[in-house]
């Protein structure tokens, strides 16, 4: 019999309503043939709002209560399903994730699992039981609650679906799947049918949100394929899978963009081992989370070093850079908001040249000025103005041939 | 050193400042030379969310997901209780029901406590730390969550401190103790220092609900000594014990009234076996609660039976009585509301005959009438008009002395 694996979010059970709503696609999946394991987040705004009353307690809430007051959220949501199915004539059991067999380490807060033990769920599936299992938390071998950091759920469904050797394992969201582009800046943006584990990965990082980088990587590392698809629609979505050879006809799979970019460059810094680090550490120690680093090559051992951040955090930046500037010698520091970050990422860049030229070109046509740029194996990313972002995408779109990947209703509407 | 288990109830953890003053009082506690176990109920107000919202998903939540979901309530207040005396300089963990050792049978919702192993908290105490443990839960022989019903988190601080073996039990609530009677009817209501652990059952049975039953008994049965007392101030409260000799030379220890009462009274019941079965397993298939009972001898092979309910559930017993009396062939069913029980306590009664004659006559002589009579052997019961409650329960608090029991500063008011 097939094992199926699904996953549902926070928005997903958020209230009564929407928890029955589950419930019945649970039941309709076990009556369509399916060994059932749900996996489900807090009910959305309960781990904001446990976050907060430990923060209203404690400046610094130990991160071992933290977990098992965090943990409280899934297990109530996961009680709830299973009170829910039971009540339209299913059944349904919930386990906590240590009941669900999920070993971590002991890292309070960002647990890394360790090992899965799915006795448990065999012998209840067996049963016919509908396992409805609180995502997000482990157990570590000292018997501690432990939680996986966000998306954490996403990363239990996939690991159980792995553990399990489940037959399909179902992310529901609230979007229909990951597409070439964001669809309310392309209109005739398609949904992909597949993508290759990287390919999400360097979407994920290019700030397509659909799953947190860590459940991706899980499920590359032991070649987990999952599926992202809607909550609210009976469509398939995306399938998440290791690439194939016929993926590398597609040069690019998807193009993506990060708003709210700043830019800061230290110009003049003499190239000598450890002035790199004495910036980065000091933005790391601010808790400013950096993207794209950009150094140039040295001219007379000096060069430039760029990197972008979140525009919000430039004032921050600038003041704890300025006395860092005059210490290593460098001239003097430059900084811009109002950028964007568009990214274009496809696994058939690899085996086709000239991506970056053909990138660079057709923006250059439109007179977009490119501000930065870095490139990985499988993806391009430039820094732009934002005023020309939309454009930017909506152009990338149309040179790659992206909206013609599938047909869809919203492809014959013109570009906007 | 000295070991004291604390319990703190729903109000006391009612917000984030409330759980940093039990949070203080903890550390207080501790500093003063005692090994402390805190034992906390889920902040006031979540259990009820929690069954709403088990009712919003299912008319009849099963019972093993309801426990599991109920759970979750004092796993969080424990949890934000042992952040908040962390983020105060002190030394806490919390444990869940679980994890504190308390094994119970199998009966979810209300389950018993069969055993406590409590040897984690004896290591984590000799570790010097505050050990706050989610009341109200224990654990099944077979690892599932249970719950121990209404005042469950009064029944695991007493077990605690028996198992544990502690100095002191301190059920910290927001009241300052029990008192001879209810201080809004009687002025110079007396906190009594000490109660006997039947006086305070029969009390609870009788309206003043300081505790719930269960707890009381378990205290009993084991022979555990605890004080109620007030979480708002630094004031001793009563300790709850076994009777003492010198306990009886108090005749009456409290009077407590339970107002909104019915009388019905089924008359001409032919005095046989089977009738009396019949009227009580009707009412009670209908959840409604019967207090007193109170038969009469029978005349002429005819009887009435009398029996007290809360008014509000009057008009469905008459409906459901209406057929039973004319099915045993008795001659009607008499109703009455708007009655009051007052209840006069004391281990004391024992031993000083004259008693209910010394009530009865102090009634009489103020023209109140009573309508039932129940006793026990330290109880006395009467049913009156409810009009006459408030100055009968002063009366009495008069005629058995219990406003002099000790100096206060209320004594001096006049009653009324």
């Known amino acids: 019999m097939r094992l199926v694996v699904q996953k549902y979010g926070g928005t997903s059970v958020g209230d009564a309503e929407r928890i029955q709503k589950v419930a019945e696609r649970l039941i309709e999946t076990q009556r369509e043939g399916a060994r059932v394991v749900a996996v489900v987040s807090a009910m959305a705004g309960v781990t904001d709002n446990l976050v907060k009353l430990a923060h209203a307690v404690s400046p610094s809430p130990s991160a071992r209560e933290l977990d098992l007051l965090l943990a409280t959220g899934e297990h109530a949501s996961s009680a709830?399903?299973?009170?829910?199915?039971?009540?339209l004539g299913g059944k349904a059991i919930s386990l906590t994730g240590a009941e669900a067999g999920i070993l971590t380490d002991d890292t309070h807060l960002k647990a890394r699992i360790a090992n899965i033990s799915p006795r448990q769920i065999h012998e209840l599936l067996s049963d016919d039981y509908i396992v409805v299992v609180a995502g997000f938390q482990g157990q570590s071998a000292e018997g501690e609650t432990t939680t996986l950091g966000r998306g954490g759920s996403d990363l239990t469904a996939i690991a159980l679906a792995g553990a399990l050797n489940?037959?399909?394992?179902?992310?529901?969201?609230?979007?229909d799947g990951v597409f070439t582009c964001d669809p309310r800046l392309v209109t005739d943006a398609q949904k992909l049918d597949e993508i290759a584990y990287d390919e999400l990965l360097e979407m994920a990082g290019a700030g397509s949100k659909v799953m947190q980088s860590r459940a991706v990587e899980f499920a590359k590392k032991f070649g987990i394929e999952f599926e992202v698809r809607s909550s609210l629609k009976s469509v398939s979505g995306t399938v998440a899978k290791e690439e194939t050879p016929s993926m590398e006809d597609v040069v690019v799979r998807g193009v993506s963009l990060e708003r709210r970019q700043a830019k800061l460059t230290v110009s003049g810094v003499r190239d000598q081992p450890g002035i790199a680090a004495a910036i980065f550490s000091t933005v790391a120690a601010s808790h400013i989370v950096v993207d794209m680093i950009v150094q140039s090559a040295p001219t007379d051992g000096v060069t430039d070093i760029s990197f972008t951040i979140h525009q919000d955090e430039l004032e921050d930046a600038r003041k704890i850079l300025m006395p860092i500037v005059s210490q290593i010698g460098a001239s003097h520091l430059?900084?811009?908001?109002?950028?964007?970050k568009l990214s274009v990422v496809g696994i058939g860049m690899r085996s086709h040249s000239g991506v970056a030229a053909r990138l660079f070109e057709c923006l250059g046509r439109s007179g977009i000025n490119i501000q930065l740029i870095s490139t990985s194996e499988i993806k391009i990313a430039l820094v732009i103005d934002e005023n020309d972002a939309e454009r930017a995408a909506q152009l990338t779109h149309v040179e790659f041939g992206l909206a013609s990947l599938a047909p869809a209703a919203s492809a014959t509407r013109p570009l906007g």
């Open 334 to 340: 430059r900084t811009a908001s109002g950028m964007a």
């Open 166 to 175: 489940a037959d399909a394992c179902q992310i529901f969201t609230d979007v």
């Open 80 to 87: 709830l399903t299973a009170m829910a199915v039971n009540a």
